[in-house]
């Protein structure tokens, strides 16, 4: 581990310049490295870039990268979606998934945005941060009011949501559904 790395775990995140980035083809090894540190599925997210040699994850980015160009659905039923790195300084900490627009299954599980902080950055406010800028990048894809589905046990990700003026709508036993209005994001 790197220097700065040791010195970003112990930094709140008003103390460094966080900003996303869209996922590119031409990303390289720090994204790779941050996701192999992120599990492959947990609570739901999805990280499809764990375990993948650094060729099969350069192959994955060129995927995605297009995948986040289309309008309509991807195979027939994948709904486009773009995913955007969280760097704190110069260094990836997270990620998150917007999905462009919602179908009957993303309506029940997955809603528009997922999002994910590395296991050794979480617990200092990033989670928080990472969803607020994510609903930028919502409200400037035209989307007023985003979904969030969470696991009912991941009260981490609850808090998240809530914090960014999340509304829960619906409780089952497996989910929380919290719709959040992108328009009432503070830039
Ligand atoms: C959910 C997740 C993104 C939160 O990221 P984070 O950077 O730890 O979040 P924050 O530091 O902004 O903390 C948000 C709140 O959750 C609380 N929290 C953090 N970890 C927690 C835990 N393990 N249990 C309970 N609360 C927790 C924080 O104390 C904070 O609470 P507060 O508002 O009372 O201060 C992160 O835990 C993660 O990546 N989890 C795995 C993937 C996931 O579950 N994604 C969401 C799918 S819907």
């Known amino acids: 581990m790197e220097c700065n790395t040791v010195s970003l775990i112990n930094t709140k995140p008003d103390k460094v310049n966080l ?3 869209k996922l590119s083809a031409d990303d390289g090894h720090d994204i790779y490295d941050m996701l192999q540190s992120m599990p492959k599925d947990e609570n739901g997210l999805v990280n499809k870039a764990n375990g993948l ?3 099969d994850f350069k192959t994955w980015l060129a995927a995605k990268q297009k995948e986040s160009e289309q309008t309509c659905l ?3 039923w994948k709904v486009p979606s773009t995913t955007y790195w969280l760097y704190a300084d110069t260094f990836p900490v997270g990620f998150g998934n917007l999905r462009h627009f919602l179908t009957e ?8 945005i997922g999002y994910g902080i ?5 617990g200092k406010g990033y989670g928080k941060e990472l969803l607020r800028l994510l609903l930028i990048e919502a409200k400037k894809i035209g989307l007023e009011k985003v979904l969030i ?3 009912s046990d991941n009260i ?6 809530l914090a960014n003026g999340g ?3 619906k409780k089952t036993e497996e989910r929380v559904y919290i719709w959040i209005e992108s328009s009432s994001t503070r830039c």
Not at 105 to 112: P, T, V
């Open 19 to 21: 900003r996303l980035k």
């Open 53 to 55: 040699s650094y060729e």
């Open 74 to 76: 991807v195979d027939g």
């Open 105 to 112: 299954a993303l309506s029940n599980a997955g809603g528009h």
């Open 118 to 122: 590395a296991p050794q950055y979480r």
């Open 149 to 151: 589905t969470i696991h």
């Open 156 to 161: 981490a990700s609850q808090k998240v949501a």
């Open 167 to 169: 509304v829960i709508t």
